[in-house]
């Protein structure tokens, strides 16, 4: 089983749709979780972090669930600027606290 | 604004050669990582640095060394390239949560 396991997608949401993804982490331990963005032939960046309590940051909102071990981010009212990939990550705790495990991702692509 | 720089951003190498991949943060971080991307497979660690001269080896070491002899740098070194190196390398640095990512270095290997 992966660390981190993600629907590879594509997702393909007209403008202004509500989408959502999931992910699941295998390591019950894990303490961090992250989303990250993406772009075509760009470097990842830190979208958002994931906490225990669910968290929103404008049209996104990230969510939690340690007894399923699976971590949520629900994009509302989409913009084609939100296509991109979007990569679930969580910090397995194997060596210090800083060693991310990265998913493979989840292509998102908003249609006029 | 914070940065972290990768010195090439496409580089093509012959087999058997030796290749260099330097990454430079200005952030004074303690953290540094090498990653491989490739299609379907996602980022994978290759190796990681909490300190100067200090380094660990993380998922998929083989083929690869680094060097890191100052705070800011982190070197990745393939000592004899092969074309299943053929990759996109990310360096990325971090002092608490979450990563700063270079804007990676897409290498070709023949």
């Known amino acids: 089983r992966k660390e981190v396991e993600q629907d590879p997608g594509p997702f393909n949401v007209p403008e202004g749709a509500t989408v959502a993804f999931n992910c699941t982490y295998s390591?019950?331990?894990?303490?961090?979780f992250f989303w990250y963005r993406q772009d075509c032939r760009k470097e990842p960046k830190l979208l958002m972090s994931?906490?225990?309590s669910g968290n929103e940051d404008g049209r996104f909102t990230a969510q939690l669930n340690r007894a399923s071990q699976y971590i949520s981010l629900l994009i509302r009212d989409s913009k084609l600027s939100d296509s991109a990939t979007y990569l679930c990550?969580?910090?397995?705790?194997?060596?210090?606290?800083?060693?991310?495990?990265f998913g493979t991702g989840t292509r998102l692509t908003i249609i006029p | 604004d914070v940065k972290v720089t990768q010195s090439s951003r496409y580089l093509v190498k012959r087999t058997g050669e030796k290749v260099f991949l330097e990454c430079v943060q200005d952030?004074?971080?303690?953290?540094m990582f090498w990653y491989r991307q490739d299609p379907g497979l996602g980022l994978r660690l290759i190796y990681f640095?909490?300190?100067?001269?200090?380094?660990e080896k993380g998922d998929i070491p083989e083929g690869y060394s680094v060097s890191r002899e100052k705070k800011e740098r982190f070197s990745l070194i393939l000592e004899s390239a092969s074309t299943n190196q053929t990759s996109m390398y990310l360096c990325?640095?971090?002092?608490?949560?979450?990563?700063?990512f270079g804007s990676g270095t897409r290498l070709t290997v023949v």
């Open positions: 990325a640095s971090s002092r608490l949560s979450g990563y700063t």
């Open positions: 390591n019950s331990a894990s303490q961090s």
């Open positions: 994931v906490y225990s």
């Open positions: 990550v969580v910090n397995p705790l194997d060596f210090g606290n800083e060693k991310l495990t």
């Open positions: 952030m004074d971080h303690e953290n």
């Open positions: 640095s909490y300190d100067v001269k200090m380094k």
